[in-house]
Nanobody, 117 residues
Framework: QVRLVESGGGLVQAGGSLRLSCAAS????????MGWYRQAPGKQRELVAV???????DYQDSVKGRFTISRDNAKNTVYLQMNSLKPEDTAVYYC???????????WGQGTQVTVSS
């Protein structure tokens, strides 16, 4: 499995921005599908954004136009740029790495994002 370490969470006012980072171990990061998920208290974990090995992206409707997922394969890192943050974006954000052919499905430990109104 892949070791994932998230960073960049914190407390921000509504309308502000944060950039999350997720650093992955290993030498074949570029072939993984990387995703950012979030889990708010009392709610199920949900997909926020995903980026494929080819760089295609997809987003949850509620974050389209505000969040941007990107990856730097040379640094084994995936990012989530979050702009125009809203209180409802408050959650623990998790990084995920997946490669079905290799049986890879790994999670990071999570990073807390809190948006105050």
């Amino acid at each position: 499995q892949v070791r994932l370490v998230e960073s960049g969470g914190g407390l921000v006012q509504a309308g502000g921005s944060l950039r999350l980072s997720c650093a992955a171990s290993g030498r074949i990061f570029s072939i993984y599908v990387m995703g950012w998920y979030r889990q708010a208290p009392g709610k199920q974990r949900e997909l926020v954004a995903v980026i494929t090995s080819g760089g295609s992206t997809d987003y949850q409707d509620s974050v389209k136009g505000r969040f941007t997922i990107s990856r730097d394969n040379a640094k084994n890192t995936v990012y989530l740029q979050m702009n125009s943050l809203k209180p409802e974006d408050t959650a623990v954000y998790y990084c995920n790495a997946e490669h079905r052919g290799l049986g890879v499905y790994s999670w990071g430990q999570g990073t807390q994002v809190t948006v105050s109104s």
